[in-house]
């Protein structure tokens, strides 16, 4: 008699057990969902945070770009798909600094005119796979003045790699460069679309050649630079914290 009551009484405690946990799961589930609302509040006050941060620093990258361009004719705008004031300004500090005497820019746009004013006495291929933004480059250009550029429409065709990739023909007579900024053809979707550049620029470039990567945030970038910097043994590597990422390789 005395084993029954016993096992009746364990029975009770490990149903009240049990309908305790019970209890405290529902008011965990309860807790949890009165928790996420403030946890998506945190979060969205931080990238807000973050974004604002970032536009006050390409606000400051686009003052010192325009004041040191002292341009005289209007100019499209930055960011988004176009180049970002912080690269455009990297670009204007290593052209003025290394004097570069042949420049391939792959990607016409701002970058075009941010090249051409800082380096003047230079000469200036502009590749576009694009033929509207490779005009709406070239009446930049002439609003400006700038007479330096030589810009060339290539359309995408089958690379060897397995990409997409300039017409091979459009850049038969170009070598000898001294500066090539890398922001095309478009790569938001293919990673590797920007890869033949090394196959088909490495020889093309002067042995004090700098070589700017746009875009070095992303993987397919990133992954293009660390394979720039093995074709180029002399170079160092270095990235930028900029708001797409940017690489740069110096020769040592």
């Known amino acids: 008699m005395l084993s029954v009551i016993l096992l009746l009484i364990a029975l009770t405690l490990l149903a009240l057990s049990i309908y305790q946990l019970r209890i405290i799961k529902r008011i965990n589930e309860k807790l949890i969902k009165l928790v996420s609302p403030e946890r998506d509040i945190r979060r969205i006050a931080k990238a807000q945070s973050d974004a604002s941060w970032e536009h006050y620093r390409q606000s400051e990258y686009y003052a010192q770009l325009i004041k040191l361009l002292d341009l005289k004719a209007p100019i499209p705008s930055t960011r988004s798909w176009a180049a970002s004031p912080d690269v455009l300004l990297t ?6 600094s290394s004097k570069p005497a042949r420049i391939l820019d792959l990607g016409s746009g701002m970058s075009t005119l941010v090249l051409a004013v800082s380096a003047p006495g230079a000469k200036i291929f ?43 023909s459009k850049l038969g007579d170009i070598s000898s460069i001294d500066l090539l900024f890398v922001d095309g053809p478009p790569g938001s979707k293919i990673p590797k679309a920007r890869h033949p550049v090394i196959a088909e620029c490495v020889a093309k470039l002067s042995p004090r050649a700098i070589v700017v990567i746009d875009d070095a945030g992303r993987d ?21 914290s900029h708001e797409k990422g940017t690489a740069v390789l110096l020769p040592k």
């Not at 033929?131 to 070239?138: F, I, L, V």
């Open 126 to 168: 502009s590749v576009d796979n694009s033929a509207e933004y490779a005009g709406k480059t070239a009446k930049l250009l002439t609003s400006h003045g700038i007479t330096n550029v030589d810009i060339r429409i290539a359309p995408l065709t089958p690379h060897s790699s397995g990409v997409d990739w300039y017409d091979l």
């Open 91 to 96: 670009l204007l500090e290593l052209a003025q």
């Open 220 to 240: 397919g970038e990133k992954d293009m630079a660390h394979e720039f910097a093995k074709a180029l043994p002399n170079h160092t590597l270095e990235f930028l």
